[in-house]
C-alpha cells in the first residue's frame, strides 16, 4: 500500500506557465483534497473532491483548477503560474465521512519565478 | 483572521519529560480537532483526535485535552522522545469537508 503519491516531487517554473500536480491514493478512499503550505501559515484548502464527480472550493481556489479524473486520482492543474503560487502543494484523502481523518502525501514543491 | 491559532512557533523539551503543544480556536462551532506531526520532506501524518463531547483523549504517549470553554486544546506528550522532534499541527472541522490547520508548532526534543 503506497497511501497517497505526488509527482512530481519538485518543479521550478516561470511566470505565466502552467502545469499539473498529480495525486493518486490506493485506499479506496471517497473524498481528495488538495493544499498548500507556506511559512507561517498553516495548511490551507484550495479544492476537495467529496466524491468521484464532484468537486468543490476551499479556502483558496484563485488561480487553480481541478479534475477528478476518476476514484483514484485528483489533479490540480496552473494555468497560469504566478510567483504567489509558490509553495509546497499536499494531496489528501479520506474514507467516508466529512469529520473522517485525512492522510496526506509527501507534498510536490513548487517555486515560480 | 486566523481561527486556529498555534503561538508557540517553537518548543525545546529534554527527553524524558513533557511536552505540552497548545492550540487555541476561535470558533465555539467547531466539535471535532485533529493534531497531525510532520517530518521535514514528508506529509503530515495523523496523531490523534478529540470530540467535543469528552475533555480528553489518549493514545499511548499522546493525551489531547480540550476545554471547551476556554476554546483551547492542548497535546501531551509523556515520555518524550528524540523521534517526536517534527512539527505539530492541530486542525478544527469547521464543516463540509473543511479543516482549519493552526500554522504548526515545531518540537525538538533533546537528547
Known amino acids: 500500500n503506497a497511501g497517497v503519491t505526488q509527482t512530481p516531487k519538485f518543479q521550478v517554473l516561470k511566470t505565466g506557465q502552467s502545469m499539473t500536480l498529480q495525486c493518486a491514493q490506493d485506499m479506496n478512499h471517497n473524498s481528495m483534497y488538495w493544499y498548500r503550505q507556506d511559512p507561517g501559515m498553516g495548511l490551507r484548502l484550495i479544492y476537495y473532491?467529496?466524491?468521484?464527480?464532484?468537486?468543490d472550493k476551499g479556502e483558496v481556489p484563485n488561480g487553480y483548477n481541478v479534475s477528478r479524473l476518476n476514484k483514484r486520482e485528483f489533479s490540480l492543474r496552473l494555468e497560469s503560474a504566478a510567483p504567489s503560487q509558490t509553495s509546497v502543494y499536499f494531496c489528501a484523502s479520506s474514507a467516508q465521512t466529512s469529520t473522517d481523518t485525512q492522510y496526506f502525501g509527501p507534498g510536490t514543491r513548487l517555486t515560480v519565478l | 483572521d486566523q481561527q486556529v491559532k498555534q503561538n508557540s512557533p517553537s518548543l525545546s523539551v529534554q527527553e524524558g519529560r513533557i511536552s505540552i503543544l497548545n492550540c487555541d480556536y476561535t470558533n465555539s462551532m467547531f466539535d471535532y480537532f485533529l493534531w497531525y506531526k510532520k517530518y521535514p520532506a514528508e506529509g503530515p501524518t495523523f496523531l490523534i483526535s478529540i470530540s467535543s463531547i469528552k475533555d480528553k483523549n489518549e493514545d499511548g504517549r499522546f493525551t489531547v485535552f480540550l476545554n471547551k470553554s476556554a476554546k483551547h486544546l492542548s497535546l501531551h506528550i509523556v515520555p518524550s522522545q528524540p523521534g517526536d522532534s517534527a512539527v505539530y499541527f492541530c486542525?478544527?472541522?469547521?464543516?463540509?469537508?473543511?479543516?482549519?490547520f493552526g500554522t504548526g508548532t515545531r518540537l525538538k526534543v533533546l537528547a
Open positions: 486542525a478544527a472541522y469547521s464543516g463540509t469537508y473543511k479543516y482549519i
Open positions: 473532491s467529496a466524491s468521484e464527480g464532484t468537486t
